[in-house]
């Protein structure tokens, strides 16, 4: 048998045409991320991942650049607390105070994040050793 023969055939990825621009075009594949790849390339809504491995990834690359938050039990307590969120009763009856807690908390870890890539600093990893 010849290695022809042998060849597995290439696994295409679905792609979605986000926009076109001259001879690139966005695409976004499931995941999801985007990429700008050339126009020839993807063919009946479909990309070959070697493609995507010679790519321009679109966008912030969040898991580079994104840290948890300093929010321990104790700091998520106290917030609690502040927005009168004592019971379960309150927690239905605050839920918009909860939820504003947790857009600051994540908007805070998230700017930051756009901040750093900016900058091209990722954050220092604590070693759990």
Do not use: C, H
């Not at 990834?57 to 609690?80: C, H, K, M, N």
């Amino acid at each position: 048998m010849s290695d022809e023969q042998t060849e597995q055939p290439i696994e295409w990825i679905k792609a979605r045409v986000i926009e076109t621009k001259g001879r690139s075009v966005l695409v976004e594949v499931e995941g999801p991320r985007r990429y700008y790849v050339p126009r020839a390339k993807v063919k009946d809504g479909q990309v070959e991942p070697s493609t995507l491995d010679k790519a321009i990834e679109y966008g912030i690359r969040w898991e580079t650049f994104l840290e948890q938050p300093d929010v321990t039990p104790t700091t998520l307590a106290a917030l609690l607390r502040q927005a009168g969120i004592w019971t379960r009763e309150d927690l239905t009856r605050l839920d918009r105070k909860l939820i504003r807690i947790g857009t600051n908390i994540i908007g805070k870890a998230v700017f930051g994040a756009a901040d750093r890539a900016a900058q091209n600093k990722p954050p220092r990893r604590k070693n759990d050793g």
